[in-house]
C-alpha cells in the first residue's frame, strides 16, 4: 500500500513531466482529458490531506485572488537593453569593438539566438522554490508578477537546486495558440489581439491571477543572472538550463566572427516555421570573462547587440480596392487582397491611406504587389510588379458619394485625405467609439469592433455618450453576447467614467489633438466644464498659454468646443459623470534635457509611451508633431516621409533611438 503522501508525489512527478512535454519540448503525452482526470485526483487527494497541498502544487497553478495594487521590485542587477543593429555594416562595427576590447591575442566566440517578440521577465527561485517574478519596467525597478507566472505551466515551481537562482527570458504566445485565444475573444465580442506580443506583453500584467491562467502563455528563458560564479560561458549556461528542464529557445548557434552572419541570414530564413515570433538576432560574446573586459555602457552591455530583421515581404494579388471610413470621415482606399501568409499571419487586406497614395503607387484591381507589415504588425502595399500586367487591370477612382451613407464626399484644401460630410455616418461613428475606447484614451475594457458595429447598426447607441447610459439587458440581447459578458462591458465602461480629463480629450478626437496635447490642454483647461462654460475669448486665452499651441491649433480646438454637436455632446458627458478633473501637474523635472523637445515617431524597440516618459524624467519637453521650437525628431522603424519633411522645414535635428540613449544616457 503506498502512503498518501508517495500518491502525491506519483502524481506530481507524472502532472510536471506532462508540462515539460507539452509546453518545452512541444510534444505532448497526454490528451487534454488525461491531463485534466490527473488533475482531478491530485485536488480530490490534497481535500482529504490539506497538509500536502504545497505551493509547488500542479494545483496551485489555477490563480488566486487578484491583486489590488501594482507592487514595484527594486533588482540588485538591471536588466539592460541591447542595442540595435540593422545592417551588416553594423555588424563588423560590432566585431571590431568586440576586437578592440579585448586583450592582445585573446579572439572571442559567440553565441548567436533568436530575439523573442515578447515581454522580457525576471524569475528567482530559493532552494529550488519561485519566490519572485517581476517584468522588465525600466530594467531597475519591475512590477510583482509572482502570482501571475505561477500559472504558466511550462515554468516548473520546484527544480533541484537548492543555491539562489535568477534566471531572464520572455514570456511569449506561440502563433497557433493566438488563433485559438482570438477565436475565443470574438465569440465574447472582444477585440482579437493584433500579434502574439502585445498578447503576452497583457496578459503576464493583468491583475487577476485566474485570468492569467486562461491565457496559453510560456516562458523562454535566456540567461542566468549568476552565470558567471556557476559556468565559464554563456552556452553552458543554456545547456544546464535544458537540462535542469526549464524551458529555453533551444536554438543557439556557435560561431567565430567569421561565421556570424550566414548563421543570422538561416535565421532570418527560418524564422517563419518556428512556433513563436522573432524579429532578429541576438549576438553574445560566449566567455563570461571577456564580458567582464568588454564592460557596459550606462544602457548596453559591450559584449552583445541585436540585429533586426527586415520585415518579411509577399507577393499577391489585387482582387478589389474598397473604401474605408474613419473617425474623422477620411475616406481611405483598402486593397483586397488573395489570401497570403505574411510574418506568421494570413493577410488579405492592406491600407493604401489616400488616393494620392494610389496614384503615386499606380495600383489597379489585378496587380500583383508587394506587401510588407509596418513594424510586423500593419499590412501596407510597397509597390506594384508591372512585370505581372496581362492589360486586364482595372483603374480605381475615388467616390463622389460616401459609400456607407450616401453622403456627399469633399476635398479638404492643404490635405491629402477626401472626407464624407456627414457626421452622423454609421461608419464615422464606430469608428470613433471604438477609438474613444482605446487604450491610450478612456481603456473600456471588453468593447471589441464586432461589438460596437452591433450597438452603432442596432441604434442602441450613436455617440460615444450612449456608451454610458447601456444596460445589461441590452447588450446581453446582442450576438454572441451572454449575460456575464454583458455585465462585464457595462462594468468596463462604468470604470472609465474616473479616467482623467485629458485621456478624455484624447478620445473625443479633436483635430491635431493627440496624446501629449491632450494632457497639455486638460493642464490648462482643469475640467470638462470650463471647455464647455467658456466663450470663445475666454478660450483663446486659456489656449495661448499652452506651450506649444501655434494658431493652428487653437483654431481647432475652438472650432470643436463651438461647434453645435460637439457642445452637445460635452453637456451629455458632463450630465453622465463623465468628467473627472485633471489632476494639478507636478513642476516640469530638470535635467540633462531641461530646454530640450522631441518628437518620438516611428517603430522603436518600447512602447512609445515609456520613450516619452525616459525623455520627461531627464527633463525633456515633449511634441505631438514637428514644431517650429522641436530640437530633435527621434526616428524610429518606419518613419513617414511627411515627419521627416517636417523636421527638414523647421531645422529639427533627425536622430536614431540609439543616438536618443545617448543623450538620455548623460543622466
Same mark, same amino acid.
Given at each position: 500500500?503506498?502512503?498518501?503522501?508517495?500518491?502525491?508525489?506519483?502524481?506530481?512527478?507524472?502532472?510536471?513531466?506532462?508540462?515539460?512535454?507539452?509546453?518545452?519540448?512541444?510534444?505532448?503525452?497526454?490528451?487534454?482529458?488525461?491531463?485534466?482526470?490527473?488533475?482531478?485526483?491530485?485536488?480530490?487527494?490534497?481535500?482529504?490531506?490539506?497538509?500536502?497541498?504545497?505551493?509547488?502544487?500542479?494545483?496551485?497553478?489555477?490563480?488566486?485572488?487578484?491583486?489590488?495594487?501594482?507592487?514595484?521590485?527594486?533588482?540588485?542587477?538591471?536588466?539592460?537593453?541591447?542595442?540595435?543593429?540593422?545592417?551588416?555594416?553594423?555588424?563588423?562595427?560590432?566585431?571590431?569593438?568586440?576586437?578592440?576590447?579585448?586583450?592582445?591575442?585573446?579572439?572571442?566566440?559567440?553565441?548567436?539566438?533568436?530575439?523573442?517578440?515578447?515581454?522580457?521577465?525576471?524569475?528567482?527561485?530559493?532552494?529550488?522554490?519561485?519566490?519572485?517574478?517581476?517584468?522588465?519596467?525600466?530594467?531597475?525597478?519591475?512590477?510583482?508578477?509572482?502570482?501571475?507566472?505561477?500559472?504558466?505551466?511550462?515554468?516548473?515551481?520546484?527544480?533541484?537546486?537548492?543555491?539562489?537562482?535568477?534566471?531572464?527570458?520572455?514570456?511569449?504566445?506561440?502563433?497557433?495558440?493566438?488563433?485559438?485565444?482570438?477565436?475565443?475573444?470574438?465569440?465574447?465580442?472582444?477585440?482579437?489581439?493584433?500579434?502574439?506580443?502585445?498578447?503576452?506583453?497583457?496578459?503576464?500584467?493583468?491583475?487577476?491571477?485566474?485570468?492569467?491562467?486562461?491565457?496559453?502563455?510560456?516562458?523562454?528563458?535566456?540567461?542566468?543572472?549568476?552565470?558567471?560564479?556557476?559556468?565559464?560561458?554563456?552556452?553552458?549556461?543554456?545547456?544546464?538550463?535544458?537540462?535542469?528542464?526549464?524551458?529555453?529557445?533551444?536554438?543557439?548557434?556557435?560561431?567565430?566572427?567569421?561565421?556570424?552572419?550566414?548563421?543570422?541570414?538561416?535565421?532570418?530564413?527560418?524564422?517563419?516555421?518556428?512556433?513563436?515570433?522573432?524579429?532578429?538576432?541576438?549576438?553574445?560574446?560566449?566567455?563570461?570573462?571577456?564580458?567582464?573586459?568588454?564592460?557596459?555602457?550606462?544602457?548596453?552591455?559591450?559584449?552583445?547587440?541585436?540585429?533586426?530583421?527586415?520585415?518579411?515581404?509577399?507577393?499577391?494579388?489585387?482582387?478589389?480596392?474598397?473604401?474605408?471610413?474613419? +473617425? #474623422? *470621415?477620411?475616406?481611405? $482606399?483598402? %486593397?483586397?487582397? !488573395?489570401?497570403?501568409?505574411?510574418? =506568421?499571419?494570413? /493577410?488579405?487586406?492592406?491600407?493604401?491611406?489616400?488616393?494620392?497614395?494610389?496614384?503615386?503607387?499606380?495600383?489597379?484591381?489585378?496587380?500583383?504587389?508587394?506587401?510588407?507589415?509596418?513594424?510586423?504588425?500593419?499590412?501596407?502595399?510597397?509597390?506594384?510588379?508591372?512585370?505581372? +500586367? #496581362? *492589360?486586364?487591370?482595372? $483603374?480605381? %477612382?475615388?467616390? !463622389?458619394?460616401?459609400?456607407?451613407? =450616401?453622403?456627399? /464626399?469633399?476635398?479638404?484644401?492643404?490635405?491629402?485625405?477626401?472626407?464624407?460630410?456627414?457626421?452622423?455616418?454609421?461608419?464615422?461613428?464606430?469608428?470613433?467609439?471604438?477609438?474613444?475606447?482605446?487604450?491610450?484614451?478612456?481603456?473600456?475594457?471588453?468593447?471589441?469592433?464586432?461589438?460596437?458595429?452591433?450597438?452603432?447598426?442596432?441604434?442602441?447607441?450613436?455617440?460615444?455618450?450612449?456608451?454610458?447610459?447601456?444596460?445589461?439587458?441590452?447588450?446581453?440581447?446582442?450576438?454572441?453576447?451572454?449575460?456575464?459578458?454583458?455585465?462585464?462591458?457595462?462594468?468596463?465602461?462604468?470604470?472609465?467614467?474616473?479616467?482623467?480629463?485629458?485621456?478624455?480629450?484624447?478620445?473625443?478626437?479633436?483635430?491635431?489633438?493627440?496624446?501629449?496635447?491632450?494632457?497639455?490642454?486638460?493642464?490648462?483647461?482643469?475640467?470638462?466644464?470650463?471647455?464647455?462654460?467658456?466663450?470663445?475669448?475666454?478660450?483663446?486665452?486659456?489656449?495661448?498659454?499652452?506651450?506649444?499651441?501655434?494658431?493652428?491649433?487653437?483654431?481647432?480646438?475652438?472650432?470643436?468646443?463651438?461647434?453645435?454637436?460637439?457642445?452637445?455632446?460635452?453637456?451629455?458627458?458632463?450630465?453622465?459623470?463623465?468628467?473627472?478633473?485633471?489632476?494639478?501637474?507636478?513642476?516640469?523635472?530638470?535635467?540633462?534635457?531641461?530646454?530640450?523637445?522631441?518628437?518620438?515617431?516611428?517603430?522603436?524597440?518600447?512602447?512609445?509611451?515609456?520613450?516619452?516618459?525616459?525623455?520627461?524624467?531627464?527633463?525633456?519637453?515633449?511634441?505631438?508633431?514637428?514644431?517650429?521650437?522641436?530640437?530633435?525628431?527621434?526616428?524610429?522603424?518606419?518613419?513617414?516621409?511627411?515627419?521627416?519633411?517636417?523636421?527638414?522645414?523647421?531645422?529639427?535635428?533627425?536622430?536614431?533611438?540609439?543616438?536618443?540613449?545617448?543623450?538620455?544616457?548623460?543622466?
Amino acid at each position: 500500500m503506498t502512503t498518501p503522501a508517495q500518491q502525491h508525489e506519483k502524481l506530481v512527478a507524472e502532472l510536471e513531466a506532462a508540462n515539460y512535454r507539452y509546453y518545452v519540448l512541444d510534444d505532448p503525452v497526454l490528451t487534454d482529458r488525461e491531463f485534466d482526470d490527473l488533475l482531478t485526483k491530485l485536488r480530490e487527494l490534497e481535500s482529504k490531506h490539506p497538509e500536502l497541498a504545497t505551493p509547488t502544487s500542479p494545483t496551485q497553478r489555477v490563480g488566486g485572488a487578484a491583486r489590488t495594487e501594482v507592487k514595484k521590485i527594486k533588482r540588485d542587477v538591471p536588466m539592460l537593453s541591447l542595442d540595435n543593429s540593422y545592417s551588416k555594416d553594423d555588424l563588423v562595427t560590432f566585431f571590431k569593438r568586440v576586437r578592440e576590447g579585448l586583450p592582445k591575442g585573446q579572439t572571442a566566440t559567440f553565441v548567436i539566438e533568436p530575439k523573442l517578440d515578447g515581454a522580457s521577465i525576471e524569475v528567482i527561485y530559493e532552494k529550488g522554490v519561485v519566490v519572485q517574478a517581476s517584468t522588465r519596467g525600466d530594467g531597475t525597478i519591475g512590477e510583482d508578477i509572482t502570482e501571475n507566472l505561477r500559472t504558466i505551466r511550462g515554468v516548473p515551481l520546484k527544480i533541484a537546486h537548492e543555491d539562489r537562482l535568477t534566471l531572464r527570458g520572455e514570456v511569449v504566445i506561440y502563433r497557433k495558440d493566438l488563433e485559438a485565444l482570438n477565436e475565443e475573444r470574438a465569440q465574447e465580442g472582444l477585440e482579437p489581439f493584433a500579434n502574439p506580443r502585445n498578447a503576452a506583453a497583457g496578459s503576464v500584467r493583468m491583475m487577476d491571477p485566474r485570468e492569467v491562467a486562461r491565457r496559453p502563455l510560456r516562458v523562454m528563458f535566456y540567461q542566468v543572472v549568476e552565470g558567471e560564479t556557476m559556468f565559464a560561458t554563456h552556452s553552458e549556461s543554456l545547456k544546464w538550463l535544458e537540462k535542469m528542464k526549464l524551458p529555453s529557445h533551444r536554438r543557439e548557434h556557435l560561431t567565430d566572427e567569421d561565421g556570424a552572419w550566414a548563421i543570422i541570414e538561416k535565421l532570418d530564413k527560418t524564422r517563419a516555421t518556428y512556433p513563436f515570433e522573432t524579429d532578429g538576432a541576438v549576438i553574445k560574446v560566449d566567455s563570461f570573462a571577456q564580458r567582464d573586459i568588454l564592460g557596459f555602457t550606462s544602457k548596453f552591455p559591450k559584449w552583445a547587440i541585436a540585429y533586426k530583421f527586415q520585415a518579411e515581404r509577399a507577393l499577391t494579388k489585387v482582387l478589389d480596392i474598397e473604401i474605408g471610413i474613419g +473617425r #474623422t *470621415g477620411a475616406l481611405t $482606399p483598402v %486593397a483586397v487582397l !488573395e489570401p497570403v501568409e505574411l510574418a =506568421g499571419t494570413t /493577410v488579405s487586406r492592406a491600407s493604401m491611406h489616400n488616393a494620392d497614395q494610389v496614384a503615386r503607387l499606380d495600383v489597379k484591381i489585378g496587380d500583383h504587389v508587394w506587401i510588407e507589415k509596418a513594424g510586423e504588425v500593419i499590412p501596407q502595399v510597397l509597390e506594384v510588379d508591372k512585370s505581372k +500586367r #496581362t *492589360g486586364k487591370e482595372k $483603374p480605381f %477612382a475615388m467616390p !463622389e458619394k460616401c459609400p456607407v451613407c =450616401g453622403g456627399k /464626399v469633399v476635398a479638404v484644401e492643404g490635405e491629402a485625405a477626401t472626407r464624407c460630410s456627414n457626421p452622423q455616418c454609421p461608419a464615422q461613428v464606430k469608428a470613433q467609439i471604438f477609438y474613444f475606447a482605446r487604450r491610450f484614451a478612456m481603456d473600456i475594457g471588453h468593447l471589441g469592433e464586432s461589438l460596437v458595429e452591433q450597438l452603432v447598426d442596432k441604434h442602441i447607441v450613436r455617440d460615444v455618450a450612449d456608451l454610458y447610459t447601456l444596460t445589461v439587458d441590452q447588450v446581453a440581447g446582442l450576438e454572441r453576447m451572454g449575460k456575464k459578458s454583458a455585465e462585464n462591458v457595462v462594468k468596463g465602461v462604468t470604470a472609465s467614467k474616473s479616467r482623467t480629463l485629458d485621456r478624455l480629450l484624447c478620445g473625443l478626437g479633436i483635430p491635431l489633438v493627440g496624446q501629449v496635447a491632450a494632457r497639455q490642454l486638460a493642464e490648462e483647461v482643469g475640467e470638462l466644464a470650463h471647455l464647455v462654460q467658456w466663450n470663445e475669448t475666454e478660450l483663446r486665452e486659456h489656449l495661448e498659454r499652452v506651450r506649444g499651441f501655434g494658431p493652428t491649433m487653437i483654431d481647432s480646438v475652438v472650432d470643436f468646443a463651438k461647434d453645435p454637436d460637439q457642445k452637445k455632446l460635452l453637456r451629455k458627458l458632463l450630465e453622465l459623470g463623465v468628467s473627472t478633473p485633471q489632476p494639478v501637474a507636478a513642476p516640469p523635472k530638470v535635467g540633462p534635457l531641461t530646454g530640450k523637445s522631441f518628437c518620438v515617431t516611428g517603430v522603436l524597440s518600447k512602447k512609445r509611451e515609456d520613450v516619452q516618459d525616459e525623455l520627461r524624467d531627464a527633463g525633456a519637453t515633449i511634441h505631438d508633431s514637428v514644431k517650429k521650437d522641436t530640437t530633435y525628431l527621434v526616428a524610429g522603424e518606419k518613419t513617414g516621409a511627411t515627419k521627416i519633411a517636417q523636421a527638414k522645414k523647421y531645422g529639427t535635428q533627425v536622430i536614431s533611438e540609439a543616438q536618443m540613449n545617448e543623450l538620455l544616457s548623460a543622466r
